[in-house]
């Protein structure tokens, strides 16, 4: 397992859970670093990983995408077809293997690449207000079709077998964040996180399921295989939703110091490995931690794991590396 993170420092941060195993231990282990280094000109905007691949990608406001193969801990070198600071990313893989890589860029465009070389299939314009940004993107586990959420309100749906816009509306409030998910009985869905809202939609006709209130801004989530939502931002907790009853099924109050700005899921339970119990957040405060989610219920959980990047994070990424 690894973790990438990006932050406003213009630093990419690189870290292994290989050796991370679940203890008693009343302090935190330290998170084995894989690379620190300025990769980017200016602010890192996103990150995305492929699952199981190794493969990362970072986005900043330098107009351009990096590439990183975490095996080997290697930087592959930048994609310049973006004209504007890259505002999201996400990819889509089949199995072990990564297809596609999709980014948003500030300039309102969203651009396919192929993961294999990473050609560029096709540009499009994500919203029909020209050059509106989609701050989020999620591409659904059929690869068929991907969501974008916008900065000024909208939500677009995207074809990308045709490589073009099939589906937009507005949103009462711009959401912050946008993730394809299964509640526990398999039901195929989608969830988005609206300033101190988060919503569960019918992924076949939109309609609301859920709408879960929270104290303060959300600005990060991350669905686990088990119908388990997790949630975090202003509030500096993590919160646990039962995507099947929208209520809250557990929480850590304080995870962090400041605002949570990433979460990542590690869910293998095909493998029945113990990774599947394990969550990272990440914070503006600089600190990246790894918790079991079977000792949240705990009033005062210790994290497994912590590293102190010492920067301001603006986003965080994971990969089992299978």
Known sequence: MALVAGSYERFIWGFSLKALAASAAEEAQ???????????AGPIRCVA????????????????IRLYDLRAAADLGPLLDPS?????LAFHSIGPVPRN?????????LHLYDADGFALLTSLRVFPRGREAADALAVHPSGRVALAVGRAG?????????????????????ASTVAYSEDAAGGDRFVMAAEEKVTVHDSEDARIIHEMPCD????????????????????????????????VSSRIEGAHSTRVKGIVVFDNRN??????????????????????????????????????????????????LK
């Open 30 to 40: 330290p998170l084995a670093p894989l690379f620190s280094y300025p990769a980017h």
């Open 49 to 64: 990983a492929a699952p199981r691949a190794g493969l990362a990608a970072s986005g900043g406001a330098d107009d351009s």
């Open 84 to 88: 504007a600071a890259v505002s999201a």
């Open 101 to 109: 890589l999709l980014a948003a860029s500030d300039d309102g465009l």
């Open 154 to 174: 909208g939500l677009s749906m995207v074809n990308l077998l045709r490589g073009r816009r099939s589906f937009t509306c507005r949103l009462e409030r711009p």
């Open 216 to 247: 303060k801004r959300v600005l990060a989530l991350a669905p686990s295989k088990n119908g388990i939502l997790y949630t975090g931002g202003e509030d500096r907790g993590i919160t646990a939703w039962d995507l099947s009853t929208g209520k």
């Open 271 to 320: 493998d029945g490995s113990e990774s599947s119990t394990l969550v990272a957040s990440a914070s503006s405060d600089g600190i990246i931690r790894i918790w079991d989610v079977r000792m949240i219920g705990n009033e005062k959980p210790t994290p497994l794991a912590e590293a102190n990047t010492k920067a301001r994070l603006t986003c965080l990424a994971g990969t089992s």
